[in-house]
């Protein structure tokens, strides 16, 4: 299972997270039928996903992941179910763009940036936190840093990367740090200059592993690691589809079935397709059936 490593570093004045989420990005890939193009803008998404997951302080609490820059591969959206769990989709999941002139996918390309990237945190209180800011990429990691700065007030630095193969993602993760207020100007520019070393990140990940890198590179700094999240794609659609059909009514979903034969409903997030026919109503709407 995929795993998030946090710690805390200069006794506090600063946070790094290391994000693994190789099987995540797998399951994605199989779900959807992702190009390598798709897999790696949406497996980029769902580890920042999983990030903002982490740092939800209630179980109750909920967020949504909107990154909508033009491009070919249309919005992207990931969002949670559950402690622990991501799920994503994009539009687009077939697009597909000749490599970029250093070989490597163009994931800017296929996300776009004219548009913004949206985070919407349902925190238990009377409206929900609404964050956007401006792409600057379309390339995930600079736009999410972007959006710490400028959304949130928070200097950060922020790395993710997917390395796909022919059997799909060998690797795929991030790093991502943020400073608190009262970190001074040389702690910035050491963990500036330990980014230095994640310009391909999921490659080091395949080789290294993040609780190797984790040590490596942040275990001298005064650092204080916490016990490991875990992280996963899984979707619990089955309550939300309930919920769409009970909204319906009764009456309306019972003329839906003897007109068509059954009510059929299918999860855009995992895929998964629902049919019901008559002999469900009771089981439908049984109002003891959570």
């Not at 399951?27 to 949406?42: G, R």
């Not at 990154?67 to 077939?94: A, H, M």
Request: glycine share 10%.
């Amino acid at each position: 299972m995929d795993k998030i490593i946090k710690a805390i570093l200069f006794g506090g004045k600063a946070r790094v997270a290391l994000i693994d989420t190789t099987e995540t990005v797998n399951k994605a890939i199989k779900v959807h039928d992702l190009t390598p193009l798709a897999a790696a803008a949406l497996g980029r998404s769902l580890t920042v996903g999983a990030y903002i997951e982490s740092n939800l302080k209630h179980e109750t609490n909920k967020f949504n992941l909107i990154i909508n820059g033009g491009g070919p591969i249309g919005k992207i959206y990931v969002t949670s179910d559950r402690v622990g769990t991501v799920k994503g989709l994009v539009e687009n999941p077939q697009v597909d763009l000749p490599l970029r002139k250093d070989g490597k996918l163009d994931v800017g390309g296929a996300v776009g940036k004219n548009g913004d990237i949206v985070i919407i945190k349902d925190l238990g209180l009377k409206e929900p936190y609404v964050g956007r800011s401006a792409l600057i990429s379309g390339e995930i990691a600079e736009d999410y840093n972007n959006y710490l700065f400028k959304s949130e007030g928070i200097l950060n630095a922020v790395a993710l990367g997917v390395l796909n193969d022919k059997d799909g993602c060998k690797a795929a993760g991030g790093i991502i740090i943020e400073a608190m207020p009262d970190a001074d100007d040389n702690m910035v520019v050491i963990l500036e200059d330990i980014m230095t070393n994640f310009t391909n990140i999921s490659a080091l990940i395949a080789e290294k592993g993040i609780n190797e890198i984790a040590e490596y590179y942040f275990g001298h700094l005064d650092a204080e690691f916490f016990p490991e999240q875990t992280v996963q794609f899984r979707c619990d659609c089955w309550h939300k589809v309930r919920r769409i059909i009970k909204s319906l009514g009764r009456k309306e979903v019972e003329d839906i079935m003897k007109e068509q034969g059954k009510l059929e409903v299918k999860c855009d997030y995992c895929r998964k397709n629902y049919v019901y026919t008559e002999k469900d109503l009771d089981y439908l709407f049984e109002e003891d059936n959570k």
